[in-house]
Every structure is written in C-alpha cells, then in structure tokens.
C-alpha cells in the first residue's frame, strides 16, 4: 500500500512539476516529504479516533516517550512530561460518556527531514449527558525516530469552550 501511495504522489509531483523539471533528486525529495505529511497527519487522526474510544494506550503508538505535553487554558498552563504519566493522568480523568474530536486544517512545516513543526485544530464534544464544545488547537513537535515519525511536544491550547 505505500508503494502505491508513493506511486501516486510520485506521478502527482510529476505532473505538477513538469515546466519546472526538477532534478530526480528534488523529486525524490519532495515525494519523501509527501509522504512524510501523510504520516504526520496519520498520528493526529489516530490520536482523535483512540481518544473517542476510551484507549489512552494507544498513545504509546503516536508520542514519543519523553512526550512535553503542556495544556494551556487561558492563563492556566499545565505540564506533564511523558508519555506514561499522560496516560495515566488521562485515565484518572474518567472516560465520558461522549466523546467526539474531529480535526480539521493542519499546517506542516519541516525543520529537516527528521523534524518538523505543526498546527492543528481540533473541535471536540466531551461530557455526559450535555457535552461541552471544544475549539483547540494543537502545536506540535515532531520528530522521525528510527524511520518513523512521534508527536515529541504538544502545546493543547483550549481557544473556546461553551457548555
């Protein structure tokens, strides 16, 4: 399946470069960082679905170990440092009865090949009975370890939240 998918980003690049006609290098490149965005965008999707289902665990699969994740509420700002230690405060938390995130627009922009920065936003319903609305948005580090990509900071910026 990825070999297909690079294949048609491939031919995608291809034909949106043609007056230009970069290099094999360039190409190869920016197929990379193609594919790459993909990924990127498979790690905040995963993180929206595995949240609705109640299974924290799975955040084992998207940050990185020595995840800094900071929640940010106005002028409350707190920290928590670790993937395991996000977890199991997610867990004490208590799973709602509903719990709906939908992401919208994300903005890549890659350090290098291995690192790179983002914007994210996000709208989430969460609560019992009467869910609350959440507009948040997310700026992430990420980082390509050992040929895959983590979420390796989050800044979880809660932008509005109506009852």
């Known amino acids: 399946m990825k070999k297909l998918i690079a294949l048609i980003l491939t031919l995608t690049v291809v034909a949106a470069t ?38 924290q665990d799975y955040y084992r699969n998207i940050f990185s170990q020595n995840l800094r994740l900071r929640i940010i509420m106005g002028e409350s700002v707190n920290e928590i440092n670790g993937v395991e230690n996000m977890i199991e405060i997610y867990k004490k938390g208590g799973a709602a009865k509903i719990s709906f995130h939908q992401t919208g627009q994300q903005v890549l922009d890659f350090i290098d090949e291995n690192h790179a920065k983002g914007v994210v936003y996000l709208t989430a319903l969460l609560g019992d009975e009467k869910p609350a609305k959440m507009c948040i948005r997310y700026e992430d580090t990420y980082e390509k370890i050992d040929g895959r990509w983590w979420i390796t900071a989050r800044d979880q910026i809660f932008v509005h939240r109506e009852q």
Do not use: C, F, H, W
């Open 18 to 55: 043609l007056s230009a006609k970069p290099s094999k290098k360039e190409l190869q490149m920016k197929q990379n960082q193609l594919i790459d965005r993909m990924e990127i965008r498979e790690l905040v999707a995963r993180y929206a679905v595995e949240s609705d289902k109640g299974n």
